[in-house]
């Protein structure tokens, strides 16, 4: 069970990494090698962090890229939990 609600990543690299370095979306995306777009359907939560943006999170801003990509299964983990009820499975015996 989910004792807290994990906000998505993007609002995270938004608001501990873009804002404190007064950086924009092109600037940040320019700054870690990928399109305006992509970073912006990150940081819109439209998108996830993959292993490689996780990589460049980790060159761009610090931490590790398993750290970033903790955060996302985290999120991911929580919003499918939300939708536990509607899951259908049929437990099976193990021999």
Known sequence: ???FKPMHPG???RELCLRPA???VTKAAEGLGVS???LSELLNGR???SPEMAIRLSKGFGGSAESWLTQQMQYDLAQAQKRAGSIKVR???LA
């Open 11 to 13: 609002e995270t690299i």
């Open 47 to 49: 998108s996830g962090i």
């Open 22 to 24: 007064g950086l924009s």
């Open 36 to 38: 305006r777009k992509a």
């Open 91 to 93: 437990r099976m015996e």
């Open 1 to 3: 069970m989910t004792m």
